[in-house]
């Protein structure tokens, strides 16, 4: 665990129940270490969007994320109550890299084994994958 005085785990969050796993697991753990969590999903303009007249505004994207973080936390806090502290945290990016920003200067991140992946996300390799390679801390992927 780190040096401060609040222990940081990160777990990733896209709406799948794979990862609303991963939060029950994450939220576990910082039960037992006093851990706080941090949610954080990621969000990005789909590769067939265009500024000239996307199926969605802008925002859509944006709020639709919020929504579905807000809902897989909001759920969970309600089967488990809120054994730990969480913060939500909504970024614009490619989920890995924004999984792996969030936890440079976490003592564990957490990732479902499988998210809401397409076929760019297939081309460049899992989020799990990804994070399990290059985060700078532990990874725990919780299978189903």
Same mark, same amino acid.
């Given at each position: 665990?780190?040096?401060? @005085?609040?222990?940081?785990? %990160?777990? /990733?969050?896209? /709406?799948? *129940?794979?990862?609303?796993?991963?939060?029950?697991? =994450?939220?576990?753990?910082?039960?037992?270490?006093? =851990?706080? %969590?941090?949610?954080?999903?990621? #969000? *990005? &303009?789909? =590769?067939? !969007?265009? #500024?000239?007249?996307?199926?969605?505004?802008?925002?859509? &994207?944006?709020?639709?994320?919020?929504?579905?973080?807000?809902? @897989?936390?909001?759920?969970?806090?309600?089967?488990?109550?809120?054994?730990?502290?969480? *913060?939500?945290?909504?970024?614009?990016?490619?989920?890995?890299?924004?999984?792996?920003? @969030?936890?440079?200067?976490?003592?564990?991140?957490?990732? /479902?084994?499988?998210?809401?992946?397409? &076929? !760019?996300?297939?081309?460049?390799?899992?989020?799990?994958?990804?994070?399990?390679?290059? @985060?700078?801390?532990?990874?725990?992927? %919780?299978?189903?």
């Amino acid at each position: 665990m780190s040096n401060g @005085a609040h222990h940081k785990i %990160v777990v /990733g969050v896209d /709406g799948s *129940e794979s990862s609303r796993n991963a939060l029950r697991w =994450a939220l576990q753990q910082a039960a037992l270490t006093g =851990a706080v %969590v941090h949610a954080v999903c990621a #969000w *990005e &303009f789909p =590769a067939f !969007y265009s #500024w000239e007249g996307g199926p969605l505004p802008p925002d859509d &994207f944006e709020e639709s994320a919020r929504r579905s973080l807000d809902d @897989a936390v909001d759920e969970v806090e309600r089967e488990t109550g809120p054994p730990a502290p969480i *913060e939500r945290h909504l970024t614009h990016g490619h989920a890995a890299q924004a999984l792996l920003d @969030a936890a440079a200067d976490a003592d564990l991140l957490v990732v /479902g084994s499988r998210g809401h992946g397409s &076929f !760019y996300g297939a081309l460049l390799g899992s989020v799990s994958q990804r994070c399990a390679v290059h @985060a700078q801390c532990p990874v725990v992927i %919780v299978r189903r």
